[in-house]
């Protein structure tokens, strides 16, 4: 481990061979390291990357040095621990705390230090896994326990915990809806996949989703949700120029536009809304039916999301459904342009 306060003293191999001015190469044969009285590793036993304290290692190497400074025996709340010595320090087998890295709390504290990833005693220590945590339960009656805008981050703690964690724990356990839950996780689920086609692109989403872990009955649900990531993914950057070009032409936006949505039956969306004095209140952009405007800049988006809205202040820019950001700036300033009727449903990505 890395004892607290001496991370600036880690040195890996690479250091080591530099300091005796020889390549990584002849250090991994020659192996000065292993010479009788050498400064042991300070990684654990099984590390594949060995680490050293380098005030021992100097010490061992300076003659005018007669005994290697020992390093402090007492834990400390802010020693760093390698995978394996947190794995020790829970009762858990290195395999496990693997299976736990993706949890927020311990993603947010992880120090990598000679690359390798490391953690401090007291967030080993304070760390409980979702199975172990006391279930809440929601009384009838009650609204959701857990705010809509943590179960992200909550249910991602459940899937790292156990890919096969059922709806239904979830619901208990955060005290929300079934069906609340039951969207949460396919979310969940269909982010997973997505990121990890992303780096393994011949891949297909089944394919990935059982490499995951996750049980053949959900299996379908977290493809189709994977489809729908993957496409609000590749629409960010499209819909980033179109918020880029609206303030560069003087349009002052509200929040952190754009504010992405996914509706029922996996339907990529989002809002702009502009702030007053705009040209219009807000604009919707939705990935069967291109550009609108939208008369309220208080909940944008429509609730019936099953067919394209019209009405009073509703316009459709046109131009397919991701024209370039300066043809949707001069549709959206000229009134006469675009049209109060909805454009027939459009197939997925049909730029």
Same mark, same amino acid.
Request: glycine share 10%.
């Given at each position: 481990?890395?004892?607290?306060?001496?991370?600036?003293? #880690?040195?890996?191999?690479?250091?080591?061979?530099?300091?005796?001015?020889?390549?990584?190469?002849?250090?991994?044969?020659? /192996?000065?390291?292993?010479?009788?009285?050498?400064?042991?590793?300070?990684?654990?036993?099984?590390?594949?990357?060995?680490?050293?304290?380098?005030?021992?290692?100097?010490?061992?190497?300076?003659?005018? #040095?007669?005994?290697?400074?020992? $390093?402090?025996?007492?834990?400390?709340?802010?020693?760093?621990?390698?995978?394996?010595? *947190?794995?020790?320090?829970?009762?858990?087998?290195?395999?496990?705390?693997?299976? +736990?890295?993706?949890?927020?709390?311990?993603?947010?504290?992880?120090?990598?230090?000679?690359?390798? %990833?490391?953690?401090?005693?007291?967030?080993?220590?304070?760390?409980?896994?979702?199975?172990?945590?006391?279930?809440?339960?929601?009384?009838?009656?009650?609204?959701?326990?857990?705010? @809509?805008? %943590?179960?992200?981050?909550?249910?991602?703690?459940?899937?790292?915990?156990?890919?096969?964690?059922?709806?239904?724990?979830?619901?208990?356990?955060?005290?929300?809806?079934?069906?609340?839950?039951? @969207?949460?996780?396919?979310?969940?689920?269909?982010?997973?996949?997505?990121?990890?086609?992303?780096? %393994?692109?011949?891949?297909?989403?089944?394919?990935? !989703?059982?490499?995951?872990?996750?049980?053949?009955?959900?299996? @379908?649900?977290? *493809?189709?949700? !994977?489809?729908?990531?993957?496409?609000?993914?590749?629409?960010?950057? +499209?819909?980033?120029?179109?918020?880029?070009?609206?303030?560069?032409?003087?349009?002052?936006?509200?929040?952190? &536009?754009?504010?992405?949505?996914?509706?029922?039956?996996?339907?990529?969306?989002?809002?702009?809304?502009?702030?007053?004095?705009?040209?219009?209140?807000? $604009?919707?952009?939705?990935?069967?039916?291109?550009? @609108?405007?939208?008369?309220?800049?208080? =909940?944008?988006?429509?609730?019936? =999301?099953?067919?394209?809205?019209?009405?009073?202040?509703?316009? +459709?820019?046109?131009?397919?459904?991701?024209?370039? &950001?300066?043809?949707?700036?001069?549709?959206?300033?000229?009134?006469? /342009?675009?049209?109060?009727?909805?454009?027939? *449903? !459009?197939?997925?990505?049909?730029?």
């Amino acid at each position: 481990m890395i004892r607290a306060g001496r991370r600036e003293y #880690v040195r890996t191999m690479a250091d080591l061979a530099k300091a005796r001015g020889v390549s990584l190469g002849t250090f991994r044969n020659t /192996k000065p390291h292993t010479v009788a009285g050498h400064p042991a590793p300070i990684s654990s036993t099984g590390a594949r990357v060995l680490l050293w304290d380098g005030e021992q290692v100097d010490a061992f190497y300076d003659p005018d #040095v007669e005994e290697i400074p020992a $390093l402090p025996a007492k834990d400390s709340d802010e020693d760093l621990l390698d995978r394996h010595e *947190a794995a020790a320090a829970r009762g858990l087998t290195p395999k496990t705390w693997d299976s +736990y890295k993706a949890a927020p709390r311990l993603q947010d504290a992880v120090v990598v230090v000679g690359g390798v %990833e490391h953690w401090p005693r007291a967030v080993v220590m304070s760390f409980v896994p979702v199975e172990q945590r006391k279930k809440a339960g929601r009384p009838a009656g009650v609204g959701d326990l857990a705010p @809509r805008d %943590e179960l992200p981050a909550r249910v991602d703690e459940f899937l790292a915990d156990n890919p096969a964690v059922s709806a239904a724990q979830v619901a208990q356990t955060l005290g929300v809806h079934l069906h609340t839950a039951q @969207r949460a996780l396919a979310d969940a689920r269909g982010r997973r996949i997505a990121d990890l086609i992303e780096s %393994e692109q011949e891949l297909s989403a089944e394919e990935a !989703a059982r490499r995951l872990g996750f049980p053949p009955g959900v299996i @379908r649900s977290a *493809a189709a949700a !994977a489809g729908t990531e993957l496409r609000m993914r590749q629409a960010v950057p +499209y819909l980033g120029s179109v918020c880029d070009a609206l303030s560069a032409a003087g349009i002052t936006l509200q929040g952190s &536009p754009p504010n992405l949505q996914v509706l029922d039956g996996g339907v990529c969306a989002a809002s702009v809304v502009l702030a007053a004095g705009g040209p219009v209140p807000a $604009l919707v952009w939705d990935e069967r039916w291109g550009w @609108r405007t939208a008369p309220r800049r208080r =909940h944008p988006v429509d609730r019936d =999301h099953s067919r394209a809205p019209e009405g009073e202040g509703i316009r +459709y820019l046109g131009g397919g459904t991701t024209p370039e &950001p300066a043809e949707l700036l001069t549709r959206l300033r000229d009134g006469r /342009k675009g049209s109060k009727k909805s454009p027939a *449903a !459009a197939p997925k990505g049909n730029g």
